[in-house]
């Protein structure tokens, strides 16, 4: 009985850390990607929010822009609407992205 229940036990703890991991990678996918992209344009985000946006932001410039063909606009309208870091993480993102995908110059402020 004691068996059976350590084996029960160790499925639950693994079945929960795969768990943890499959949903830590679907968050954010590309996180890699646009943090290089981010990094490039010099740009430091200041919060985890701000680079959530960001992320989300540079995405749907490429999108808007031409780049990304079948891929939808990320973003999250709650974060959006609620969190002025995200807010502006992904108005920057998305003008930085863009401009880079249609060749143009980055705006000077």
């Known amino acids: ?3 059976f229940i350590r ?3 160790a499925m639950a703890i693994a079945t929960g850390v795969l768990v943890g991991i499959m949903a830590g990678c679907s968050h954010d996918p590309d996180r890699g990607y646009y943090d290089l992209v981010m990094k490039r344009a010099g740009v430091q985000a200041p919060s985890e929010e701000y680079a959530l ?3 989300h932001g540079c995405h749907s410039g490429e999108y808007a822009g031409g780049l990304l063909l079948g891929h939808a606009k990320r973003k999250d309208e709650t ?3 609620g969190s002025g870091d995200y807010m502006r ?3 920057d993102g ?3 992205c ?3 995908v249609r060749g ?3 705006q000077r402020d």
């Open 53 to 55: 946006g960001w992320r």
């Open 94 to 96: 998305y003008v930085v």
């Open 89 to 91: 993480g992904w108005d």
């Open 7 to 9: 084996q029960r036990a």
């Open 1 to 3: 009985m004691r068996g």
């Open 79 to 81: 974060l959006y609407a």
């Open 104 to 106: 143009l110059k980055p």
């Open 98 to 100: 863009f401009r880079r």
